[in-house]
Protein backbone atom coordinates (compact mmCIF):
# COMPACT_ATOMS: atom_id res chain seq x y z
CA UNK A 1 0.00 0.00 0.00
CA UNK A 2 1.38 3.47 -1.06
CA UNK A 3 0.60 5.84 1.71
CA UNK A 4 -0.09 8.97 -0.50
CA UNK A 5 -2.94 6.57 -1.46
CA UNK A 6 -4.74 6.09 1.35
CA UNK A 7 -3.99 9.97 2.07
CA UNK A 8 -5.91 10.73 -1.15
CA UNK A 9 -8.76 7.74 -0.07
CA UNK A 10 -10.04 9.85 3.52
CA UNK A 11 -8.69 13.41 2.58
CA UNK A 12 -12.19 14.86 3.42
CA UNK A 13 -13.39 16.52 6.40
CA UNK A 14 -13.92 13.92 9.31
CA UNK A 15 -14.87 15.60 12.73
CA UNK A 16 -15.02 13.53 15.85
CA UNK A 17 -18.36 12.38 16.18
CA UNK A 18 -18.97 12.90 12.61
CA UNK A 19 -20.77 10.09 10.13
CA UNK A 20 -17.73 10.97 8.13
CA UNK A 21 -15.07 10.01 10.97
CA UNK A 22 -17.29 6.88 11.45
CA UNK A 23 -16.62 5.82 7.43
CA UNK A 24 -12.94 6.46 8.31
CA UNK A 25 -12.81 4.10 11.20
CA UNK A 26 -14.30 1.56 8.57
CA UNK A 27 -12.21 1.92 5.69
CA UNK A 28 -9.10 1.41 8.63
CA UNK A 29 -10.38 -1.33 9.67
CA UNK A 30 -11.53 -3.18 6.27
CA UNK A 31 -7.18 -2.11 5.40
CA UNK A 32 -6.51 -3.83 8.22
CA UNK A 33 -8.55 -6.79 7.64
CA UNK A 34 -6.72 -6.99 4.08
CA UNK A 35 -3.21 -6.89 6.09
CA UNK A 36 -4.51 -10.12 8.11
CA UNK A 37 -5.31 -8.23 11.03
CA UNK A 38 -8.71 -8.91 13.40
CA UNK A 39 -9.11 -5.19 13.97
CA UNK A 40 -11.96 -3.74 16.71
CA UNK A 41 -13.66 -0.84 16.81
CA UNK A 42 -13.80 0.94 20.55
CA UNK A 43 -16.17 3.08 20.84
CA UNK A 44 -16.63 5.79 23.78
CA UNK A 45 -18.72 8.77 24.29
CA UNK A 46 -18.16 12.41 23.19
CA UNK A 47 -20.05 15.74 23.35
CA UNK A 48 -19.73 17.02 20.03
CA UNK A 49 -21.49 19.96 17.41
CA UNK A 50 -21.91 20.21 13.83
CA UNK A 51 -20.33 23.68 12.94
CA UNK A 52 -22.73 26.63 12.39
CA UNK A 53 -22.53 30.22 11.41
CA UNK A 54 -22.70 33.74 12.87
CA UNK A 55 -22.12 37.43 11.92
CA UNK A 56 -21.24 40.03 13.09
CA UNK A 57 -22.90 43.42 12.50
CA UNK A 58 -21.40 46.85 13.46
CA UNK A 59 -23.79 49.02 14.91
CA UNK A 60 -21.68 52.65 15.91
CA UNK A 61 -20.62 53.22 13.43
CA UNK A 62 -22.46 50.97 11.02
CA UNK A 63 -21.19 49.09 8.61
CA UNK A 64 -21.71 45.98 6.75
CA UNK A 65 -22.18 42.39 8.04
CA UNK A 66 -18.73 40.18 9.23
CA UNK A 67 -18.68 36.38 9.26
CA UNK A 68 -17.87 34.78 12.43
CA UNK A 69 -17.63 31.46 13.81
CA UNK A 70 -19.39 29.97 16.42
CA UNK A 71 -16.98 28.38 19.17
CA UNK A 72 -18.60 24.70 19.27
CA UNK A 73 -20.01 23.51 22.33
CA UNK A 74 -20.44 27.62 23.54
CA UNK A 75 -23.24 29.13 23.96
CA UNK A 76 -25.35 30.39 21.23
CA UNK A 77 -26.43 34.18 21.05
CA UNK A 78 -28.41 37.06 19.59
CA UNK A 79 -27.35 40.24 21.00
CA UNK A 80 -25.67 43.63 21.33
CA UNK A 81 -23.02 44.86 22.91
CA UNK A 82 -20.09 47.44 23.49
CA UNK A 83 -17.23 46.27 21.76
CA UNK A 84 -13.90 45.73 23.93
CA UNK A 85 -10.65 44.52 23.04
CA UNK A 86 -8.78 42.55 25.67
CA UNK A 87 -5.06 42.21 25.38
CA UNK A 88 -3.71 41.65 28.50
CA UNK A 89 -1.30 38.57 28.86
CA UNK A 90 -2.91 36.53 31.30
CA UNK A 91 -6.33 36.51 32.74
CA UNK A 92 -5.67 38.15 36.16
CA UNK A 93 -5.13 41.46 34.69
CA UNK A 94 -8.66 41.45 33.46
CA UNK A 95 -10.57 44.23 34.86
CA UNK A 96 -14.44 43.98 36.18
CA UNK A 97 -15.34 47.12 34.93
CA UNK A 98 -14.12 46.81 31.67
CA UNK A 99 -15.54 43.66 30.30
CA UNK A 100 -18.97 43.47 32.45
CA UNK A 101 -22.28 42.78 29.89
CA UNK A 102 -19.75 43.57 26.99
CA UNK A 103 -18.46 41.63 24.16
CA UNK A 104 -14.89 41.19 24.19
CA UNK A 105 -12.20 40.61 21.08
CA UNK A 106 -9.02 38.74 22.40
CA UNK A 107 -6.26 36.78 20.74
CA UNK A 108 -6.43 33.85 23.32
CA UNK A 109 -7.85 30.48 22.73
CA UNK A 110 -10.65 29.96 24.83
CA UNK A 111 -9.64 27.59 27.49
CA UNK A 112 -10.86 27.09 30.78
CA UNK A 113 -8.78 30.06 32.80
CA UNK A 114 -10.19 32.29 30.22
CA UNK A 115 -13.96 31.78 30.22
CA UNK A 116 -13.75 31.50 34.12
CA UNK A 117 -12.91 34.63 34.19
CA UNK A 118 -14.92 36.03 31.76
CA UNK A 119 -17.96 34.84 33.32
CA UNK A 120 -16.57 36.03 36.47
CA UNK A 121 -16.57 39.29 35.18
CA UNK A 122 -19.71 39.17 33.66
CA UNK A 123 -18.65 39.80 29.86
CA UNK A 124 -21.76 39.16 27.17
CA UNK A 125 -19.87 37.13 24.77
CA UNK A 126 -15.99 36.46 23.13
CA UNK A 127 -14.66 36.61 20.09
CA UNK A 128 -11.42 35.21 19.67
CA UNK A 129 -9.36 36.77 16.77
CA UNK A 130 -7.80 34.04 14.56
CA UNK A 131 -4.97 33.83 11.72
CA UNK A 132 -6.57 34.92 8.09
CA UNK A 133 -6.03 31.55 6.93
CA UNK A 134 -8.65 29.94 9.98
CA UNK A 135 -11.20 32.76 8.84
CA UNK A 136 -13.48 29.50 7.78
CA UNK A 137 -12.17 27.39 10.32
CA UNK A 138 -14.14 26.34 13.59
CA UNK A 139 -12.62 25.54 16.96
CA UNK A 140 -14.65 23.90 19.63
CA UNK A 141 -14.50 23.74 23.72
CA UNK A 142 -12.87 21.08 25.60
CA UNK A 143 -15.09 18.64 26.89
CA UNK A 144 -14.34 19.62 30.66
CA UNK A 145 -14.73 23.42 29.51
CA UNK A 146 -18.28 22.76 27.64
CA UNK A 147 -19.65 21.03 31.21
CA UNK A 148 -18.56 23.80 33.13
CA UNK A 149 -18.92 26.91 30.84
CA UNK A 150 -20.65 25.84 27.49
CA UNK A 151 -24.22 27.52 28.44
CA UNK A 152 -22.19 30.42 30.50
CA UNK A 153 -20.69 32.35 27.86
CA UNK A 154 -21.18 32.63 24.44
CA UNK A 155 -17.92 32.22 22.11
CA UNK A 156 -16.98 32.55 18.23
CA UNK A 157 -14.09 32.81 16.03
CA UNK A 158 -13.50 35.95 13.56
CA UNK A 159 -10.35 36.48 11.41
CA UNK A 160 -7.79 38.66 11.74
CA UNK A 161 -8.72 40.81 8.71
CA UNK A 162 -11.95 41.52 9.89
CA UNK A 163 -10.81 42.41 13.64
CA UNK A 164 -8.58 44.77 13.02
CA UNK A 165 -11.06 46.66 10.60
CA UNK A 166 -13.60 46.89 13.24
CA UNK A 167 -10.07 48.25 15.54
CA UNK A 168 -9.26 50.96 12.87
CA UNK A 169 -12.63 51.93 11.97
CA UNK A 170 -13.01 52.84 16.13
CA UNK A 171 -16.61 50.48 16.13
CA UNK A 172 -17.99 50.71 19.66
CA UNK A 173 -20.72 48.68 19.11
CA UNK A 174 -22.28 45.51 17.32
CA UNK A 175 -24.48 42.76 17.15
CA UNK A 176 -23.27 38.73 16.96
CA UNK A 177 -25.36 36.19 16.17
CA UNK A 178 -24.13 32.83 15.97
CA UNK A 179 -26.05 29.14 16.17
CA UNK A 180 -24.85 25.83 16.03
CA UNK A 181 -26.37 22.50 16.49
CA UNK A 182 -24.31 20.74 19.79
CA UNK A 183 -25.10 17.18 20.71
CA UNK A 184 -23.92 13.71 22.60
CA UNK A 185 -22.39 11.61 20.41
CA UNK A 186 -19.63 8.65 20.09
CA UNK A 187 -16.34 8.66 18.31
CA UNK A 188 -14.23 5.28 18.11
CA UNK A 189 -10.66 3.56 17.96
CA UNK A 190 -9.65 0.84 15.91
CA UNK A 191 -7.52 -1.50 17.54
CA UNK A 192 -5.32 -4.13 15.99
CA UNK A 193 -2.61 -6.33 17.38
CA UNK A 194 0.46 -8.48 16.52
CA UNK A 195 0.77 -10.88 19.38
CA UNK A 196 4.25 -11.18 21.72
CA UNK A 197 6.00 -13.99 22.93
CA UNK A 198 5.41 -11.97 26.20
CA UNK A 199 2.47 -9.69 27.48
CA UNK A 200 4.58 -6.36 27.37
CA UNK A 201 3.30 -4.13 24.90
CA UNK A 202 4.48 -1.46 22.36
CA UNK A 203 1.65 0.88 21.51
CA UNK A 204 1.74 2.94 17.99
CA UNK A 205 -0.80 5.57 17.47
CA UNK A 206 -1.83 8.06 15.15
CA UNK A 207 -5.27 10.17 15.24
CA UNK A 208 -7.78 9.86 11.84
CA UNK A 209 -9.85 12.12 12.94
CA UNK A 210 -9.66 16.73 11.47
CA UNK A 211 -10.86 19.78 12.45
CA UNK A 212 -14.63 20.55 11.68
CA UNK A 213 -13.52 23.01 8.19
CA UNK A 214 -10.12 20.78 7.19
CA UNK A 215 -9.67 17.93 4.47
CA UNK A 216 -6.85 16.57 7.29
CA UNK A 217 -4.28 15.71 4.71
CA UNK A 218 -1.31 16.54 6.45
CA UNK A 219 -2.91 16.54 9.99
CA UNK A 220 -3.00 13.70 10.00
CA UNK A 221 -4.61 11.40 7.04
CA UNK A 222 -0.81 11.63 6.73
CA UNK A 223 0.09 10.20 10.31
CA UNK A 224 -3.56 7.30 9.65
CA UNK A 225 -1.84 6.05 6.61
CA UNK A 226 1.86 5.55 7.85
CA UNK A 227 0.67 3.55 10.44
CA UNK A 228 -1.19 1.77 8.18
CA UNK A 229 1.83 0.84 6.03
CA UNK A 230 3.69 0.17 9.36
CA UNK A 231 1.09 -2.38 9.97
CA UNK A 232 1.42 -3.72 6.13
CA UNK A 233 5.38 -4.01 6.99
CA UNK A 234 4.58 -6.11 10.24
CA UNK A 235 2.07 -7.76 9.18
CA UNK A 236 2.60 -11.62 9.89
CA UNK A 237 6.18 -10.79 12.17
CA UNK A 238 6.51 -12.18 15.74
CA UNK A 239 8.33 -10.03 18.82
CA UNK A 240 9.13 -10.33 22.09
CA UNK A 241 6.54 -7.53 22.86
CA UNK A 242 3.29 -7.59 21.57
CA UNK A 243 2.37 -4.75 18.68
CA UNK A 244 -0.50 -2.55 19.09
CA UNK A 245 -1.91 -0.69 16.28
CA UNK A 246 -4.15 2.70 17.80
CA UNK A 247 -6.18 4.60 15.42
CA UNK A 248 -7.49 6.85 17.54
CA UNK A 249 -10.58 9.11 16.94
CA UNK A 250 -11.31 12.88 17.93
CA UNK A 251 -7.65 13.68 18.73
CA UNK A 252 -8.85 17.48 17.54
CA UNK A 253 -11.08 17.53 20.11
CA UNK A 254 -8.82 17.03 22.89
CA UNK A 255 -6.77 13.77 22.47
CA UNK A 256 -10.26 11.90 23.71
CA UNK A 257 -9.28 8.54 21.55
CA UNK A 258 -5.87 8.24 22.84
CA UNK A 259 -7.59 9.26 26.24
CA UNK A 260 -10.37 6.83 26.49
CA UNK A 261 -7.83 3.90 25.35
CA UNK A 262 -5.49 4.51 28.36
CA UNK A 263 -8.59 4.48 30.83
CA UNK A 264 -10.51 1.72 29.31
CA UNK A 265 -7.40 -0.30 29.26
CA UNK A 266 -5.65 1.04 32.31
CA UNK A 267 -5.26 -2.66 33.84
CA UNK A 268 -2.47 -2.83 30.98
CA UNK A 269 -1.10 0.32 31.63
CA UNK A 270 2.00 -1.48 34.22
CA UNK A 271 2.76 -3.92 31.04
CA UNK A 272 3.02 -1.01 28.22
CA UNK A 273 6.31 -0.34 27.88
CA UNK A 274 6.50 2.39 25.28
CA UNK A 275 4.00 4.49 22.83
CA UNK A 276 5.63 5.69 19.23
CA UNK A 277 2.83 8.55 17.79
CA UNK A 278 2.90 9.33 14.39
CA UNK A 279 1.18 13.04 13.67
CA UNK A 280 1.92 15.41 10.61
CA UNK A 281 3.74 14.00 7.85
CA UNK A 282 4.34 14.21 3.97
CA UNK A 283 6.02 17.62 3.63
CA UNK A 284 9.61 16.58 1.94
CA UNK A 285 11.17 20.11 2.52
CA UNK A 286 10.29 19.75 6.41
CA UNK A 287 12.89 17.55 8.38
CA UNK A 288 11.57 14.68 10.11
CA UNK A 289 11.69 15.17 14.09
CA UNK A 290 11.51 13.17 16.97
CA UNK A 291 9.96 14.35 20.03
CA UNK A 292 10.57 12.25 23.25
CA UNK A 293 8.48 12.05 26.60
CA UNK A 294 10.45 10.78 28.58
CA UNK A 295 14.43 10.97 30.51
CA UNK A 296 17.54 11.92 29.24
CA UNK A 297 18.67 7.95 28.68
CA UNK A 298 15.56 7.78 26.56
CA UNK A 299 17.12 10.65 24.36
CA UNK A 300 20.47 9.58 24.23
CA UNK A 301 19.10 6.50 23.01
CA UNK A 302 17.08 7.17 20.22
CA UNK A 303 19.73 10.16 19.10
CA UNK A 304 22.36 6.97 19.48
CA UNK A 305 20.01 4.63 17.38
CA UNK A 306 19.01 7.28 14.51
CA UNK A 307 22.95 8.00 14.06
CA UNK A 308 23.64 4.91 14.11
CA UNK A 309 20.68 3.82 11.60
CA UNK A 310 22.02 7.27 9.36
CA UNK A 311 18.61 8.55 9.74
CA UNK A 312 18.36 12.46 8.98
CA UNK A 313 16.34 13.33 11.87
CA UNK A 314 15.56 15.99 14.86
CA UNK A 315 15.95 14.50 18.26
CA UNK A 316 14.41 16.75 21.17
CA UNK A 317 13.17 15.77 24.06
CA UNK A 318 9.90 18.09 25.49
CA UNK A 319 5.95 17.17 25.42
CA UNK A 320 3.89 17.22 22.23
CA UNK A 321 -0.04 17.69 21.80
CA UNK A 322 -0.63 14.65 20.55
CA UNK A 323 -2.05 10.94 21.51
CA UNK A 324 1.21 9.91 23.46
CA UNK A 325 0.85 12.27 26.06
CA UNK A 326 -2.35 10.55 27.76
CA UNK A 327 -0.22 7.39 28.44
CA UNK A 328 2.90 9.20 29.10
CA UNK A 329 0.54 10.88 32.05
CA UNK A 330 0.47 7.52 33.39
CA UNK A 331 4.10 7.38 33.49
CA UNK A 332 4.53 5.16 29.79
CA UNK A 333 7.52 6.89 27.94
CA UNK A 334 7.07 8.18 24.16
CA UNK A 335 7.65 9.45 21.49
CA UNK A 336 6.35 11.20 18.39
CA UNK A 337 7.75 11.46 14.82
CA UNK A 338 6.60 14.31 12.31
CA UNK A 339 7.61 16.88 9.94
CA UNK A 340 6.38 20.20 9.59
CA UNK A 341 7.41 23.13 8.35
CA UNK A 342 7.05 25.94 5.23
CA UNK A 343 3.96 26.02 3.86
CA UNK A 344 2.14 24.12 6.57
CA UNK A 345 -2.02 24.49 5.88
CA UNK A 346 -2.89 22.24 9.42
CA UNK A 347 -6.38 23.03 10.59
CA UNK A 348 -7.36 24.98 8.05
CA UNK A 349 -9.65 24.34 4.19
CA UNK A 350 -6.03 24.47 2.79
CA UNK A 351 -4.24 21.20 4.58
CA UNK A 352 -4.91 19.40 1.02
CA UNK A 353 -3.63 15.75 -0.02
CA UNK A 354 -1.72 17.59 -3.06
CA UNK A 355 0.86 19.22 -0.63
CA UNK A 356 1.59 15.67 0.46
CA UNK A 357 5.01 13.84 -1.15
CA UNK A 358 4.63 9.60 -1.15
CA UNK A 359 8.40 8.98 -0.39
CA UNK A 360 8.01 11.89 2.67
CA UNK A 361 5.47 9.23 3.93
CA UNK A 362 7.07 6.64 4.10
CA UNK A 363 10.53 8.25 4.67
CA UNK A 364 8.34 8.80 8.02
CA UNK A 365 7.50 4.88 8.22
CA UNK A 366 11.53 4.05 7.74
CA UNK A 367 12.04 5.81 11.15
CA UNK A 368 9.12 4.34 12.97
CA UNK A 369 9.79 0.97 11.98
CA UNK A 370 14.07 0.75 12.92
CA UNK A 371 13.19 2.53 16.29
CA UNK A 372 10.33 -0.02 16.65
CA UNK A 373 12.45 -2.82 16.09
CA UNK A 374 14.75 -1.89 18.62
CA UNK A 375 12.19 -2.07 21.03
CA UNK A 376 9.70 -4.50 20.12
CA UNK A 377 12.32 -7.29 20.43
CA UNK A 378 14.60 -5.76 23.50
CA UNK A 379 15.32 -8.65 25.75
CA UNK A 380 15.41 -5.76 28.31
CA UNK A 381 14.28 -2.72 27.60
CA UNK A 382 17.40 -0.14 26.36
CA UNK A 383 16.13 2.88 28.55
CA UNK A 384 14.40 3.55 31.72
CA UNK A 385 10.25 3.23 31.20
CA UNK A 386 9.85 6.41 33.49
CA UNK A 387 9.17 9.83 33.03
CA UNK A 388 11.39 12.55 34.20
CA UNK A 389 10.63 14.78 37.01
CA UNK A 390 10.80 18.13 34.83
CA UNK A 391 8.93 16.22 32.27
CA UNK A 392 6.04 15.17 34.47
CA UNK A 393 5.19 18.84 35.50
CA UNK A 394 4.89 19.86 32.32
CA UNK A 395 2.36 17.12 31.50
CA UNK A 396 0.82 18.28 34.05
CA UNK A 397 0.89 21.75 33.65
CA UNK A 398 -0.12 20.95 29.98
CA UNK A 399 -3.62 18.78 31.13
CA UNK A 400 -4.12 21.64 33.65
CA UNK A 401 -4.32 24.45 30.54
CA UNK A 402 -6.11 22.21 28.46
CA UNK A 403 -8.96 21.30 31.08
Not at 88 to 102: F, L, M, N, S, Y
Not at 144 to 164: D, L, N, P, S
Not at 175 to 187: A, L, Q, V, W
Not at 221 to 244: D, I, M, P, S, W
Request: proline residues 6%; hydrophobic residues 40%.
Amino acid sequence: MRPIDFVNRISYRRMGGSPEEKETARLIAEQLKEFGYEPQIEEFPIMTYVPGEGELVPLEPAGEAIPINPVGLSADIDDEGELVVLDVPEPEWIDAEQVRGKIVMMPHYPRWKWLEALTSAGAKAALVVVDDIRIRAYIGLSQRVAKEFGEKIAAATIGYKHAIKLVNEGVRRVRIRTHHEKFDGTSQNVVAELPGHTDRLVILTAHYDSTPCSPGAEDNAAGTAELLALAERLAGKKFRRTVRFVFCGAEEMGLLGSKAHSEIHSDQIDRTDFVINLDVGGNPFAPIFVRILGTDDLEHYITALVRREGLPVQVSQDIYSSDGMPFSRFGVPSLSVARAGISRRAHSPYDEPWRLNNRALEQIVDVAEKILLEIADARLLPFPREISEENKKKIEDYFNLRK
